[in-house]
């Protein structure tokens, strides 16, 4: 058997002073997006593209092929969803995101945050500055606390009284708009000033460590996180990537959480980013009125402008 580490040494630049690296990143950006059926014009050089046009095109067979499959992290995800929603009686199928762009490898999101021929990105939530030591992300508000606004799905494990209760079938609700962003949310910073611009989902694997390794006695243990963003919010993908690394392809077996018992904690989790869910009203989400409402209802004062979600008792899913 070859092992991917040395059949990936194959394939490595050499090391020499005329390569960009900024433009193979580009090239790499430019190669995932044609693989999933987009034009690709960041860089002036395509001849890359010409070489493994055949080769894109027989991936876009396949990926036509497999538009439901998902890699082994997300079906996990996908079938604690399925099954949470059965036993607590909501009819629903949500899926989750099926097309990404795949952030497989540090430094990405990065490129992408910005345009490319252009030092500043700005939208209603955030404004990204290309500097000397790197980026710079400012969001429109920074909210460093859950307090007051950790919700907590029914149907599990009893709901401490300082946490807010919230229906399964309001939270259906809520993950089914999450995954429906409007298209201004969804455009890729990096696309921004061409004429073809992209709007896709960008996705991350992440591995926090959970407990330390210690030398001799314990493995190191870590849980897998998926993350999910609209495209305008590739920053938000880099700030995490920056704290808790990349974790890789989440589609390759040696990535998968669950062929790796030593290390894995066995706990999966995901993150969706959605900050549309602040404009849904408690009406449309099927939430009582006040008069209508229980005590420990009444207590809650449930609202959609939150930061954190929790699924009880397994996996958290943060908007």
Known sequence: MIDSKDNQSRYLQPERRGIDKRQLTLQHICLQL????????????????????????????????????????DQRIQNFLNDYFQRNEVDTQISLPGETFNLHEAGLAREMSLPVENNKHKSSLLESYRVMQGVLHNPAS???????????VEGGLPIPFDKRAVPVSVYAKLLETALQPPPELMELPITSGLDNKVNMWISLLLRPVVRPKVANVLPEKSLEVRMFAPGSLVANLDFVETIFGNAGDAFLPENDAALDIQHWTGHSGCII???????????????????????????????????????????????
Do not use: M, W
Request: with cysteine.
């Open 34 to 73: 044609a693989a999933l059926g987009h034009d690709c014009h960041l860089t002036k050089d395509r001849s890359f593209l010409s070489v493994s046009y055949s080769l894109l095109r027989n991936y876009n067979q396949h990926r036509r092929l497999l538009v439901d499959y998902r890699c082994p992290a």
């Open 273 to 319: 980013l959605a900050p549309h869910l602040t404009k849904l009203r408690k009406k449309n989400l099927g939430l009582p009125h006040y008069n209508d409402a229980s005590e420990r209802q009444r207590g809650c004062r449930i609202t959609p402008i939150f930061n954190t979600f929790s699924i009880n008792p397994q996996y958290r899913i943060h908007k």
């Open 142 to 152: 920074d909210r460093r606390t859950t307090q007051g606004v950790f919700h907590i």
